[in-house]
Structures are given as C-alpha cells and as structure tokens.
Nanobody
C-alpha cells in the first residue's frame, strides 16, 4: 500500500509562487498532482513517470513544473504566476499497477490527504 503525504500549501497573492511536496512510501510507477475547487470536479494538473516524462494541463502549462527526487521518494509541484482560479485543494496521487493508466485522469489508486492553496487577487 502506497502512502502519500503532501505539504507546502498556503495563501499567496496573485502572481506569487508556492511549492508543494509529496513524500511517497512504496513503489510508484507514476505520480500526479490534482486539484479540486469548491463546487467543481477534481482535475488533473500535472503528472510524472519514473522515466521523468511529464504531462501538464493546458491551464497550468508554462506556470507549473512537476519534478521528482527519486532518492527522497518525493514529487514536487512548483507553482509560479499563481492566479485566483488556481485556488483549490491540491492532492498528490500515485499509481503502482501496470494495468492502470497514468496521466491526468483521476483513476489513480493511491491518494494523499490534500493541501490547500489559496490565491488572493
């Protein structure tokens, strides 16, 4: 069973930056960051495979960067040029099974508890 612990959320003004971290225990084939704003469905933000390949949602492309430190079993989400519409609960997700897909769909097997990001205008 993979366990995920996120940190790094907080409040920031528009245009500011935050870095989220997620420490994973156990083997993971890919990791992703997702977010859910009040009254909206959870959506994929960025994902990264073990080989380092990445995928981003159009809404964050060029502003957010996902990266991983394999030695620390940690995945990061660097968020720059934050906008009020980025306000949401951000979740780290992991997939270990080769029979399930990775990417930006919310079908990952393992989820963290979430960390809140609030961007004020």
């Amino acid at each position: 069973q993979v366990q995920l612990v996120e940190s790094g959320g907080g409040s920031v003004q528009a245009g500011g930056s935050l870095r989220l971290s997620c420490v994973a225990s156990g083997y993971t084939r890919c990791l992703g960051w997702f977010r859910q704003a009040p009254g909206k469905e959870r959506e994929g933000v960025a994902s990264i495979y073990n080989d380092g390949s990445t995928l981003y949602a159009d809404s964050v492309e060029g502003r957010f960067t996902i990266s991983q430190d394999n030695a620390k079993n940690t995945v990061y989400l660097q968020m720059n040029s934050l906008k009020p519409e980025d306000t949401a609960m951000y979740y780290c997700a992991a997939e270990s099974s080769f029979s399930r897909s990775c990417g930006l769909r919310t079908n990952y097997s393992h989820w963290g508890q979430g960390t809140l990001v609030t961007v004020s205008s």
